[in-house]
């Protein structure tokens, strides 16, 4: 990034073949509309371009482009009237969301994915993070903004959801 | 039983989607673009104006040369062209004649072609008002007196003189006060000045008869001053080429 910012086009074509496919993924993820996905993959690019010159390597590039990613998420939430960082716990939604009885009779992968889907918010990011951004527990909580404790509490809970929509035949 | 790394690389089994192509090029050349972008510069020269200051500058130059060389060709020949062309010497009434003839003629000239005369040109014009024709400027005092010379001549008098002495019309008065071209006006004017100014005496034998002249030249041998009697024998020879000098004459006026 400090090549590109320094006026190397080549160095942003590393940087984008390098993250492309797992940022577009952790978003499209998250947001489960690709025509959505598409324009906040866009964007965060586009941020980290204008952001060339302003940046400073205090930790992972990767970190920092899912730090930008993860606000857009928290900005597009909240214009749907929704809160990335509320969901937690167990609701609603995720109750009647229950992997395990929405997969019965599919194949596991569907089930893993229908119970990723149907992970609250906060938990689901933090797995994609973890899976797709490849950060630690540390870099989650700097992404998300929150303590380490709550990063590991709810990449434990999305596991363990998981999990158990894996094992739910 | 499912632990972590089994859900890591189930999930990783699941559909790897990819961002668009036409995602990819629009984002790569958004990229290429910022990194090409330049500051922008404090003025903006945009479309005509990055051409204002050159050429700004290119016209001022090619004006400035153009006034120059215009000014220095001009100068000259409006010294010429200004330069009242010179009263004829003999009759003394004739320069006024001429100089009424010159009038309409040079009246049209132009009020600025007026003011740029050169100090000589006005000298030679004041030469002709008829008052001072009456005296020599410059008498010759070895010369008998002459008929009342003028301080000014050109070639158009000394030929008005040379037909009236070989009987020849004489030229009309208007074609005499017809400006002549400009060449050949700039070269009598230097001719007349030189001559004026190192042999005012065969200037002012130029004006007189032949005999008179003659009889000049004569008493300039008389006088020992062949120098001046030869410049002055060969100028008349110049100026009357067909005249023959009588035997009495020419002894007395041919070097010895």
Same mark, same amino acid.
């Given at each position: 990034m400090l090549a590109y910012g320094g006026g190397d086009a080549g160095a942003f074509e590393t940087l984008y073949g390098r993250h492309r496919g797992r940022l577009f993924r952790f978003i499209l993820r998250a947001v489960k509309d690709r025509g959505v996905a598409e324009e906040l993959f866009q964007e965060a690019w586009v941020r980290v371009i204008e952001s060339r010159s302003r940046y400073a390597p205090k930790a992972r590039f990767s970190t920092w482009l899912y730090t930008i990613a993860h606000n857009l998420l928290v900005d597009h939430w909240r214009k749907k009237g929704l809160s990335l960082v509320s969901l937690d716990g167990e609701d609603a939604a995720s109750e009647s969301a229950n992997p395990a009885r929405q997969a019965e009779g599919r194949e596991a992968l569907a089930r893993l994915l229908h119970a990723? %889907?149907?992970?609250?918010?906060?938990?689901? %990011? =933090?797995? +994609?993070?973890?899976?797709?951004?490849?950060?630690?527990? =540390?870099?989650?909580?700097?992404?998300?903004?929150?303590? %380490? %404790?709550?990063?590991?509490?709810? +990449?434990?809970?999305?596991?363990?959801?998981?999990?158990? =929509?894996?094992?739910?035949? | 039983m499912t632990d972590d790394g089994d859900i890591s690389r189930r999930y990783r089994e699941l559909a790897r989607e990819e961002p668009p192509r036409h995602l990819d090029d629009a984002i790569r050349a958004a990229a290429r673009r910022a990194v090409g972008t330049r500051p922008a510069p404090l003025v903006v020269p945009t479309g005509r104006q990055r051409w204002y200051f050159p050429l700004a500058a290119a016209a001022v130059i090619v004006l400035a040369v153009a006034v120059t060389l215009h000014v220095e060709r001009e100068q000259p020949g409006e010294e010429i062209a200004s330069a009242p062309p010179a009263p004829a010497a003999s009759p003394p009434l004739e320069p006024r004649a001429e100089a009424q003839a010159q009038k309409p003629q040079s009246a049209p000239q132009p009020e600025r072609r007026r003011k740029t005369e050169s100090a000589e040109s006005r000298e030679l014009r004041d030469a002709a008002p008829?008052?001072?024709?009456?005296?020599?400027?410059?008498?010759?005092?070895?010369?008998?007196?002459?008929?009342?010379?003028?301080?000014?001549?050109?070639?158009?008098?000394?030929?008005?003189?040379?037909?009236?002495?070989?009987?020849?019309?004489?030229?009309?008065?208007?074609?005499?006060?017809?400006?002549?071209?400009?060449? @050949?006006?700039?070269?009598? $004017?230097?001719?007349?000045?030189?001559?004026?100014?190192?042999?005012?005496? $065969?200037?002012?034998?130029?004006?007189?008869?032949?005999?008179?002249?003659?009889?000049? $030249?004569?008493? $300039?041998? @008389?006088?020992?001053?062949?120098?001046e009697a030869d410049r002055s024998l060969a100028e008349f020879r110049k100026r009357y080429p067909g005249y023959r000098i009588p035997e009495a004459m020419l002894e007395k006026v041919e070097k010895r």
């Open positions: 990723l %889907e149907a992970l609250p918010a906060a938990q689901r %990011e =933090a797995f +994609l993070l973890h899976e797709e951004g490849g950060l630690s527990v =540390a870099e989650i909580a700097a992404v998300t903004g929150a303590g %380490e %404790e709550a990063a590991k509490s709810r +990449l434990r809970y999305a596991m363990a959801k998981l999990k158990a =929509a894996v094992d739910d035949n | 008829p008052a001072e024709l009456q005296k020599a400027p410059e008498p010759v005092p070895t010369l008998p007196p002459a008929p009342p010379p003028v301080g000014t001549q050109d070639a158009i008098s000394s030929a008005q003189q040379l037909a009236k002495v070989e009987g020849a019309p004489p030229p009309v008065a208007g074609a005499a006060a017809r400006p002549a071209p400009a060449p @050949k006006a700039s070269a009598q $004017l230097r001719r007349f000045d030189e001559g004026a100014r190192s042999a005012p005496s $065969l200037s002012a034998s130029a004006l007189q008869s032949p005999e008179q002249w003659l009889q000049g $030249l004569a008493d $300039l041998r @008389k006088q020992g001053r062949h120098d």
